[in-house]
T-cell receptor, first 114, second 109 residues
Framework: GAVVSQHPSWVICKSGTSVKIECRSL??????MFWYRQFPKQSLMLMAT?????????EQGVEKDKFLINHASLTLSTLTVTSAHPEDSSFYIC??????????FGPGTRLLVL | LAKTTQPISMDSYEGQEVNITCSHN???????ITWYQQFPSQGPRFIIQ???TKVTNEVASLFIPADRKSSTLSLPRVSLSDTAVYYC??????????FGAGTRLTVKP
């Protein structure tokens, strides 16, 4: 299956700063990637669909101005958490699936906002 | 997208067979059934996918009745390392996946 990487694997930042998370498809050109967020002991929640060369589609309740998504190439999508606050602390996971028989998920990025 | 219902948790012992059933009454004609496994602080990992009847791979089997309104993931002879959360998802291939609550499986020695 496809290999997906995320960077960084974990990050700690101060409240009010911005954090960028990268999601890379190492062996597949993905026109679509998905971003999820997962709080402790909870399931994954879809945040947005990242489309190569166009604007991302956000789920209801997800602030597009706070969670900036850029999908500039077929192998890279980035999620920037702007002006992060402690409540944004979570596990962020990306996935790709377009053209594949199923979705493949990245290893996740743990964000801790102090 | 079809909603899924799974047991919140299950306990088992090493060496036993574990069957986790998922209900998806509103499954659509084009929908596939996919199961994922997730360990703490890791992304979900694909286990198995099927459309109807039975599918088997090196790690699990998936049983789907004719009406497709449910499915059962079967894990043969589980070990401690199979302790994880298992998610059943239903939808078109390549569409965004909406996760249900999942089933937390605990395998005991």
């Amino acid at each position: 299956g496809a290999v997906v990487s995320q960077h960084p694997s974990w990050v700690i930042c101060k409240s009010g700063t911005s954090v960028k998370i990268e999601c890379r498809s190492l062996d597949f050109q993905a026109t679509t990637m998905f971003w999820y967020r997962q709080f402790p002991k909870q399931s994954l929640m879809l945040m947005a669909t990242s489309n190569e060369g166009s604007k991302a589609t956000y789920e209801q309740g997800v602030e597009k101005d706070k969670f900036l998504i850029n999908h500039a190439s077929l192998t890279l999508s980035t999620l920037t958490v702007t002006s992060a606050h402690p409540e944004d602390s979570s596990f962020y996971i990306c996935s790709l699936g377009s053209g594949l028989e199923t979705q493949y998920f990245g290893p996740g990025t743990r964000l801790l906002v102090l | 997208l079809a909603k899924t219902t799974q047991p919140i948790s299950m306990d088992s012992y090493e060496g036993q067979e574990v069957n986790i059933t998922c209900s998806h009454n509103n499954i659509a004609t084009n929908d596939y059934i996919t199961w994922y496994q997730q360990f703490p602080s890791q992304g979900p990992r694909f286990i198995i996918q099927g459309y109807k009847t039975k599918v088997t791979n090196e790690v699990a089997s998936l049983f789907i009745p004719a009406d497709r309104k449910s499915s059962t993931l079967s894990l043969p002879r589980v070990s401690l390392s199979d302790t994880a959360v298992y998610y059943c998802l239903v939808g078109d291939r390549n569409n965004d996946m909406r996760f249900g609550a999942g089933t937390r499986l605990t395998v005991k020695p």
